[in-house]
């Protein structure tokens, strides 16, 4: 029998008929379900409008993972379309906003950061998407292509393209409800996420690269997360593709 951590993971976070193991309850309590940075600046983003009316079936046959990017900056309408059609608000039921994509328990745990080095209308910097008014939220300015480069164990194409998507959980929107089981759960949803943009990406013309092979904790000091009660899962490279 496998003993590697993952191993025990996966074995320790089953659902068994019958039998709720300790630890896969959650505490009942209800967290906000929207990071928000009152203090910060705040970049209104244009209305998302989609690009072109495509099929489908062309996106699909049409994506992979692009790694070599132009210079030329990516429009801001884009990231707006990018970040809307990624984790964006879809529809009102009730007093409830559901979102383009799902979320085990609609909690959405995953929370969106850009990294732009080369929009068109928006200065380099740090920024973390604001989902509700649709809005892009000042964490800090300059040029970080460098870093999230290098926090991503080098891979150039993180300072080639215009934006890097980040992607953080707070793990306790998820664990409120599922517990232990919830660290299954982020995962999955930041994949629906990303899929949304990489999908996305496409119709707009544009190349996209999902990245996993990272330095977390770089990241998250780049994002200025804690690591712990929020922590980096996933990134995304997306911007005009070479060749
Ligand atoms: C979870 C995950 C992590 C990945 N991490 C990286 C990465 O760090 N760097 C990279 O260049 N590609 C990464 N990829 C892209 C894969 O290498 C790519 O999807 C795979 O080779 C199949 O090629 P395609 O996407 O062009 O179809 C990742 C893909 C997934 C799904």
């Given at each position: ?103 085990a ?69 998820c ?7 919830a660290?299954r759960y982020v995962?999955l ?55």
């Amino acid at each position: 029998m496998a003993e590697g951590i993952g191993d025990r993971f996966q074995q320790g976070t089953k659902y068994y008929p019958f039998k709720m193991d300790e630890g896969m309850a959650g505490t009942g309590s209800s967290p906000d379900l929207y990071k928000v940075y009152p203090d910060s600046n705040r970049i209104r983003l244009p209305v998302p409008r989609p690009g072109q009316e495509i099929f489908l079936d062309h996106v699909l046959k049409k994506r992979r993972s692009m790694r070599e990017f132009t210079g030329t900056p990516l429009k801001l309408n884009m990231l707006s379309y990018l970040l809307w059609a990624s984790a964006g608000i879809q529809r009102v039921e009730g007093k409830f906003h559901f979102r383009t994509v799902p979320s085990a328990g609609a909690l959405y745990p995953v929370e969106t950061y850009v990294v732009a080095h080369n929009v068109e209308g928006l200065e380099k910097g740090v920024y973390h998407y604001g989902i509700r008014e649709h809005v892009l939220e000042e964490i800090r300015l300059g040029d970080h292509s460098c870093s999230i480069a290098d926090a991503a164990l080098g891979q150039q194409a993180c300072a080639q393209a215009p934006v890097v998507f980040i992607w953080t959980a707070v793990f306790e929107r998820c664990k409120s409800k599922y517990g232990q089981r919830a660290f299954r759960y982020v995962y999955l949803d930041a994949g629906h996420i990303a899929q949304n943009l990489i999908l996305s990406a496409v119709s707009l013309g544009l190349g996209s690269c999902p990245i996993a092979a990272l330095y977390d904790d770089e990241v998250n000091e780049i994002i200025d997360v804690d690591g712990e009660e929020e922590s980096v899962i996933y990134m995304t490279v997306a911007g005009w593709p070479k060749g």
